[in-house]
């Protein structure tokens, strides 16, 4: 397994970010260079984590989830790989306002 960082820009698309709240997507800066299937781990860095569906739930840090890749720059995540194989329970990602 191969150990990197890639980093997105936590604000909403419609602010110039990374976060689609209305697709669930996560655009990074620059080309992922991930495949479909990849676990991948977030690190918060000691920021304010994303927030995810309703309520206060967020991305944990440290966690490990899948990634589905919608491009070179754009991935979905899910909680495990048994979701992401049946394209179930993709994450929700919101914005805490």
């Known amino acids: 397994m191969r150990k990197r960082d890639i ?3 936590a604000r909403s698309t419609t602010d110039g970010g990374g976060i689609s709240t209305t697709t669930s997507q996560l655009t990074f800066i620059e080309n992922h260079n991930l495949q479909s299937g990849d676990e991948i781990v977030y690190k918060n860095l ?5 927030s995810i569906g309703l309520g206060l739930s967020s991305l ?3 966690a490990t989830y899948i990634a589905k890749v919608d491009n ?3 991935i979905k995540l ?3 790989l048994q979701d992401y194989t049946l394209g179930i329970n993709t994450i929700l990602l919101e914005l805490l306002l």
Do not use: A, G, L, P
């Open 60 to 62: 944990i840090d440290n």
């Open 46 to 50: 000691s920021n304010e984590s994303v």
């Open 72 to 74: 070179d720059t754009t």
């Open 78 to 80: 899910f909680n495990t």
């Open 7 to 9: 980093f997105f820009d």
